[in-house]
């Protein structure tokens, strides 16, 4: 199943192309300057990819050393793996980082459906295609103005195919939806997981950090222009839908 996620993700990025919306000349939502990412995404994947199973794997393992309160002195799980007994929190970590993964698969490809099927223009789309109509004509011709146009081209020289793709998959933001919904599900995991009396306020520290972690990176994807403000809001509650179903199943 999460193979098959895998698959039609990365049939969506190679193959597939947005449905192509046009615009009106006066549109003053796409005519924002370009602007570089706040959040890179190296740093959306190593926060939200690598610390949530990191995180995992630590608190599994911690609880695994804390027998008497967690583990009821069950240290094996009864799976093997080359005729050795997996531990106990081995398989406790294996449930919950897949539980993730595949969460987080479906929550990506949700989104991509939404990009692909909608293909609205982001915010900086005239700073950066720069259009011009098939007659010759552009937006500073009176012409143009108040008419909705689908048949143009992008001028701008650093215009590349890759680029002109991504300028129709506005919605939903993926960011926010990404971000949204790896920490959700870490706040619960921690939650429900870290039980440790002694560690409570450093717990609700954490939990704190991760949920201002989502929210900062959902405002920069419109205070940078990638994003319309509904973009966001739609892709924090793919998210966060998806957190909220992937743990109830799973506790």
Not at 70 to 90: D, F, K, N, R, T
Not at 206 to 224: E, I, P
Request: glycine content about 6%.
């Amino acid at each position: 199943m999460r193979c098959s996620v895998g698959l039609t993700m990365l049939a969506f990025s190679l193959w597939c192309e947005p449905i192509r919306r046009g615009f009106f000349c006066g549109d003053l939502s796409l005519m924002h300057p370009y602007k570089e990412s706040t959040i890179r995404s190296w740093m959306l994947y190593l926060m939200c990819a690598a610390l949530p199973v990191s995180v995992i794997l630590l608190v599994e393992f911690y609880r695994a050393q804390d027998k008497p309160k967690y583990a009821h002195g069950q240290i094996c799980s009864g799976y093997y793996l080359c005729h050795m007994e997996l531990p106990q929190w081995v398989l406790q970590c294996y449930r919950k980082i897949g539980a993730f993964v595949f969460g987080l698969g479906v929550e990506q490809l949700t989104t991509d459906i939404a990009k692909y099927a909608i293909g609205r223009l982001r915010p900086h789309f005239f700073a950066l295609c720069q259009p011009m109509l098939r007659d010759g004509t552009n937006c500073n011709d009176a012409i143009n103005a108040g008419r909705y146009i689908e048949d143009f081209q992008c001028t701008a020289s650093s215009m590349s195919a890759k680029r002109l793709k991504d300028m129709h998959l506005s919605f939903p933001s993926g960011h926010a939806s990404f971000a949204c919904y790896s920490m959700v599900y870490l706040v619960i995991y921690l939650q429900r997981r870290m039980h440790w009396s002694r560690l409570k306020m450093l717990r609700h520290l954490l939990q704190f950090l991760l949920l201002m972690f989502a929210w900062y990176t959902a405002l920069t994807r419109v205070s940078d222009y990638k994003h319309h403000w509904s973009d966001v809001l739609a892709g924090g509650a793919i998210g966060l839908t998806y957190a909220l179903v992937v743990t109830s199943i799973i506790w």
